[in-house]
């Protein structure tokens, strides 16, 4: 097993990584919340391949297990469903000894996260990624949010889990689209920080458990120096400004790995055409997505995207702050104006026909 430590201002946590680690669930919850009872969260299609082992682990270690289960998909992170999350605690009488535990990928832990931070002002909760894009981000720093109709994430909360158990068994089961979609997040490690990373994708010479760890450890190090967001850890939105659009465009269509594959290389194109990036960079980047099978181009048109990115809520005091690539393993944020969007947007849609 390999351990990262959070070391979170609000909060200090492990992220465990390594195979077989759902059947040590129960003690492990027991371990960091000391809670006697838990509400298991888990989506349709996790449920059924991962809740009996881990409501079997809970209920061994000596904890009354409950469990709601949701549908698959991002329509999940809404005010309805959370509001069904918390009838069901309130009608078990959950208090704030109890806690919650997240199994499945970032919609679960986002909406468990999210409950576990407002139900009677906080509750702990643990997180069980069970795809990669969880295992390397979502899971991990405590970012915690639902859908509203107009747009993703408009409702969250910073608040830490106790603990991430990440069993890397449970990825064996994911669909080659979902593994590719985390594979984005993975490449976005990369090029926003690691270029030893970068080659190893590259030559495709690591193993996922490795892979897992070193992002979580650059995640866990930029979350210890800015837990909400104030600062370093805008760096993680590499290709999200873009790739969000994208995906709200999509009307979530496109999974939120293959909007970010786009941002990305989007973002790359533009930082070319802008003079902050030099060409090969770039086409490494495009080569590394594509190898991993994601997409790199939109068809949607610049008026449609830009409508889109102006209800970014990562607009404050009018500016927005854009990720931009200077080489492979090192970004830089730029504080930009609505029309400064619109140039970059124009430059990363340029030549998207190509
Ligand atoms: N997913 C980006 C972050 O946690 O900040």
């Given at each position: 097993m390999r351990t990262v430590q959070v070391q979170a201002?609000?909060?200090?946590?492990?992220?465990r990584i390594g195979a077989g680690l759902l059947a040590g669930l129960g003690p492990a919850v027991r371990e960091v919340t000391g809670a006697r009872r838990c509400m298991l969260v888990s989506g349709e299609n996790v449920f059924?391949?991962?809740g009996g082992a881990a409501l079997e682990s809970l209920r061994a270690a000596g904890l009354q297990a409950e469990f709601a289960v949701f549908p698959a998909g991002e329509g999940t992170k809404s005010l309805a469903t959370y509001g069904d999350l918390l009838e069901r605690l309130t009608g078990a009488r959950f208090?704030?000894?109890d806690c919650l535990v997240a199994l499945g990928g970032g919609v679960t832990g986002d909406l468990t996260g999210f409950t576990a931070a407002t139900y009677q002002r906080g509750v702990p909760y643990v997180q069980v990624p069970t795809t990669l894009l969880s295992a390397v981000d979502a899971s991990v720093g405590g970012k915690t949010a639902l859908n509203l109709p107009a747009a993703k994430n408009q409702v969250g909360a910073f608040y830490q889990p106790s603990l991430v158990l990440?069993?890397?068994?449970t990825l064996a089961t994911l669909p080659d689209r979902e593994l590719r979609s985390g594979m984005a997040e993975v490449i976005k490690y990369a090029v926003l920080g690691d270029a030893d990373l970068f080659d190893t994708l590259m030559c495709g010479c690591y193993s996922m458990e490795e892979v897992i760890e070193i992002c979580v450890r650059m995640k866990a190090g930029i979350v210890a120096e800015d837990e909400t967001d104030r600062g370093r850890r805008r760096l993680l939105n590499?290709?999200?400004t873009f790739g969000h659009a994208v995906e709200s465009k999509s009307a979530y269509r496109l999974t939120h790995g293959e909007c970010v594959?786009?941002?990305?290389?989007?973002?790359?194109r533009a930082a070319v055409r802008l003079g902050r990036l030099d060409?090969?960079?770039?086409k490494a980047v495009s080569e590394l997505l594509e190898r991993a099978g994601l997409p790199t181009r939109t068809d949607f048109g610049q008026e449609e995207l830009f409508e889109t990115l102006l209800l970014d809520k990562k607009f404050?005091?009018?500016?927005?702050?854009l990720v931009v690539p200077r080489a492979v393993g090192w970004c830089e944020t730029l504080a930009v104006t609505p029309e400064e969007l619109r140039r970059w947007l124009e430059a990363g849609l340029d030549g998207n026909e190509v």
């Open positions: 201002p609000s909060a200090d946590y492990e992220v059924p391949l991962y208090t704030r000894g990440c069993d890397t068994d590499l290709g999200h594959a786009i941002g990305m290389a989007m973002i790359c060409a090969a960079s770039e404050d005091s009018g500016k927005l702050h």
